[in-house]
């Protein structure tokens, strides 16, 4: 039966990487909301930011079930920042019959910080693969980011 990945952790800590290693290694299908959002939008979607990243999420979860139809597992690279929005998921597969494991990416802070100067050089450099990671994002970021617990998590990526 085909399974659902959820990728969890802070951005710029290894998520999308990691989700495409899984890829390769298991063909499944990936769905990423930020390759989806900067194909669309680009760098700036403006003040509608987080209502379009809520109707691209909802696309995601409905595209999976049709990926999951065909017999193929799937890998979602959401962030999956906090608590209502991992429960969220995993309710939505479990009432399918589905099985969803939640794999976290945790870095130390140190790394976490060199990442993001690293991601925002690239970024200036013209890198549209990515978002750049400005004050603002990390405030949002520092202050919505719900670190899961031991019993949420499947598998640890440290």
């Given at each position: ?29 990936l ?39 065909v ?79 031991e ?8």
């Amino acid at each position: 039966m085909p399974r659902v990945i959820l990728i969890c952790g802070k951005i710029c800590v290894g998520k999308s990487t990691y989700a495409e290693k899984i890829r390769r290694e298991s063909s499944a299908v990936l769905l990423s909301v930020d390759e989806i959002m900067l194909a669309v939008f680009g760098q700036y979607a403006g003040e509608k930011h987080d209502e379009y990243v809520r109707n691209v999420q909802q696309y995601i979860f409905d595209k999976s079930l049709e990926i999951l139809r065909v017999e193929a597992d799937v890998l979602l690279d959401c962030g999956f920042w906090t608590k209502g929005h991992r429960d969220y998921a995993k309710e939505f597969y479990r009432q399918r019959g589905i099985p969803c494991e939640l794999h976290c990416i945790d870095i130390d802070d140190g790394e976490w910080r060199r990442r993001i100067e690293k991601r925002n050089g690239a970024v200036a450099a013209g890198d549209k693969n990515a978002y750049f990671v400005d004050e603002n994002l990390l405030k949002k970021l520092e202050e919505g980011y719900e670190t899961p617990t031991e019993d949420e998590v499947d598998v640890w990526v440290r």
